[in-house]
């Protein structure tokens, strides 16, 4: 294949197509599938993408249904458990039949319900960046946070139909369900995990066991994925092989929630590649010798 990016469509089960893009050079080994955060657009992981292809990885991003589009929201019927159940396991079932180990890396809600809701059997591995329960009470401000997400979202759902997040500078827009998700899982310990019509939904027990390598990424003043709400996300899991990184900004330097893929940081991007790199090493070490 040769190297460039091109957009490409992804199917889901349900049957729904998304568009994404294919970040890819003839000689990689291994390709990422970055799942975003809640409102952020897929271009904003493009600088992100670019570089990784640059290291001989391929990276396939994509859009969660039910983003963007203004006034057409209100009567789209998408939600965001649909991108855990659908989205995010579509987007893995493309990568897989590439051929080449497959690696999700999950920013915020791209990394939550992992093996309890998205299906992890064809992974070699997972990336969390900013990974939390996102419990409101447990943000660094969690008054503005109970605001827009108890008052705001309901309210610019009930008048307009949708939740207007972009005129507040928040991301995309969300579809109605989507925003209600988004509204009931922050108000509860354990976001979707938490949900107890999920829950008993599903036939998993505590914790939850992952045994494939996980490397967890957090940052330091990142005011929503605070310590008590990762803490809040993970006591669901045993991780059996577990590596963690916490981004300190340096002088000048914000990371937040979302700055980690911004370009002015990359110098964090190296700990991700270092990371893929001794999962190489150790995964052609003979069994002796593991």
């Known amino acids: 294949m040769s190297r460039g990016n091109a957009p490409i469509i992804i199917d889901t089960i349900d049957g729904i197509q998304l568009s994404g893009t294919l970040y890819a050079r003839g000689s990689a080994t291994k390709t990422i599938v970055i799942a975003g955060a809640t409102g952020v657009p897929e271009k904003f992981y493009s600088s992100f993408a670019r570089w990784l292809r640059a290291q001989g990885i391929d990276v396939i991003t994509f859009a969660y249904r039910g983003l963007g589009g203004g006034r057409s929201l209100a009567s789209n019927p998408a939600r965001k458990l649909d991108w855990m159940k659908y989205d995010i396991p579509a987007a893995i079932t493309y990568a897989d039949r590439r051929g080449q180990p497959v690696y999700l890396l999950g920013h915020s809600v791209g990394g939550q319900g992992l093996k309890a809701i998205i299906p992890i059997d064809p992974l070699s591995g997972i990336i969390t ?17 109970l605001l827009i997400l108890k008052i705001y979202i309901p309210l610019s759902v009930l008048i307009f139909g949708y939740a207007r997040l972009r005129t ?40 939850i066991e992952i045994d494939i390598p996980v490397l967890r990424i957090s940052t330091r003043d990142d005011p929503l994925a605070t310590v008590k709400n990762q803490n809040d996300l993970w006591r669901f899991y045993s991780l059996r092989n577990c590596s963690q990184y916490e981004g300190i900004p340096a002088h000048g330097e914000s990371l937040g929630h979302v700055g980690f893929f911004k370009s002015a940081n990359k110098s964090h991007w ?18 002796t010798q593991l």
Do not use: E, H
Request: aromatic share 12%; net charge positive; glycine share 8%.
């Open 270 to 287: 190296m700990k991700i590649k270092n990371w893929l790199d001794k999962q190489d090493v150790t995964s052609s070490l003979p069994s």
């Open 168 to 207: 507040l500078g928040l991301g995309s827009d969300l579809a109605p369900g989507v925003a209600r998700d988004f509204s009931r899982w922050c108000s509860r310990r354990g976001y979707a995990l938490g949900d107890r019509d999920i829950i008993s939904s599903l036939d998993i027990a505590f914790p």
């Open 129 to 145: 960046v900013c990974c939390s329960s996102g419990y409101i009470y447990y943000t660094k401000n969690w008054i503005r946070s």
